[in-house]
């Protein structure tokens, strides 16, 4: 496969509320104020948790990008996001359009990998919202290496303190 066809791997920052949601199978769709439109399908979304987790703790796959108006996101996905119309309209205010994240095969990781880790390691910081993973990562975070070895330390870190 093509670099140019390859998936994508994305990272979101989800509350703990719906990261549970999502791992039950209850949360099926993900909304965004802001996605890329085209060429997400069929990606990963690995799942952090924000405080008080504060960990990578699942994946899904994404099989579908919808951009629409914010009444039809509403009424097409507002019950699978498991989100109130008054925290729709909260998290929305001042855009007239939303993006639906259809997800399935969700699932939790065999290990937690802290925000700690993800810095120390790679020099990553989680998202407010979303961001690419390089693959290298991903499958680390696949096969619960990170907490057992060492030797995948990140060497650019741009002179950053380490995480505490």
């Known amino acids: 496969m093509s670099a140019t066809n390859a998936k994508r ?4 920052s989800i509350r703990p509320f719906y990261v549970d949601k999502i791992l039950a199978g209850q949360k099926t769709v993900e909304l965004r104020r ?3 439109e085209v060429g997400m399908s069929g990606s990963t979304a690995m799942i952090y948790c924000t405080s008080p987790v504060k960990a990578i703790v699942g994946s899904a796959k994404i099989s579908d990008v919808r951009k629409l108006s914010l009444s039809t ?6 019950g699978a996001a498991c989100i109130g119309k008054d925290a729709f309209n909260e998290y929305f205010a001042g855009q007239d359009h939303g993006f639906a994240i259809i997800l399935t095969g969700a699932k939790s990781l065999q290990g937690r ?3 700690s880790d993800l810095e120390a390691k790679f020099g990553i910081v989680p998202p407010q ?3 690419y993973l390089a693959e290298e990562l991903v499958a680390i975070l696949n096969d619960g290496r990170l907490q057992a070895s ?3 330390k990140h060497s650019d870190r741009a002179g950053r ?3 505490r």
């Not at 791997?9 to 979101?12: I, K, P, R």
């Open 9 to 12: 791997t994305v990272l979101f």
């Open 34 to 36: 802001r996605f890329p």
């Open 73 to 78: 996101l509403w009424r097409s996905h507002g």
């Open 113 to 115: 990998f802290s925000a």
């Open 129 to 131: 919202s979303y961001r």
């Open 150 to 152: 060492g030797r995948h």
């Open 161 to 163: 303190p380490p995480a």
